[in-house]
């Protein structure tokens, strides 16, 4: 009864490493976020005021309209950027621990890669790697 009672304790303590510690980690944080949140809305009131509504330009005085809309390549080309650069983050982290991974590794990233080409293709077949326009037909 005692060593099960030590194991218990031992189980539910929030200074060893487990389910209970992450769950209380976790309660704390979304406490602490709340807090945070509370005293934020609490302290700063909001409070619409013209001028904070004006759009900032390095202290210039915005002239013209604010809003510019940017052809649709730009986002396309922001898009692939982020896509492939969060791809060569997952494959150099991959290709640095090449010697401890075993063959599950292995399959894991050739069907990461796999799906990253075949989405690759896809966009290529819809036309968003063109940073033309296509006539219309």
Not at 33 to 56: H, Q, S
Not at 63 to 84: D, I, M, S
Request: hydrophobic share 50%.
């Amino acid at each position: 009864m005692q060593q099960l009672s030590g194991s218990l304790t031992q189980t539910l303590s929030p200074w060893q490493p487990g389910a209970f510690a992450l769950v209380v980690f976790a309660v704390l944080v979304a406490g602490l976020i709340g807090v945070i949140l509370f005293l934020t809305f609490w302290l700063n009131p909001r409070r619409d005021e013209r001028e904070k509504a004006r759009p900032y330009e390095c202290s210039m005085l915005p002239t013209g309209q604010a809003r510019f809309n940017y052809p649709t390549p730009f986002y396309l080309v922001a898009t692939f950027f982020l896509l492939f650069d969060a791809e060569a983050v997952y494959v150099l982290t991959w290709a640095l621990s090449f010697d401890r991974l075993d063959l599950a590794g292995w399959l894991h990233i050739t069907f990461f890669i796999g799906v990253l080409l075949l989405s690759l293709f896809y966009i290529w077949r819809k036309g968003g790697l063109e940073w033309s326009v296509r006539p219309q037909r």
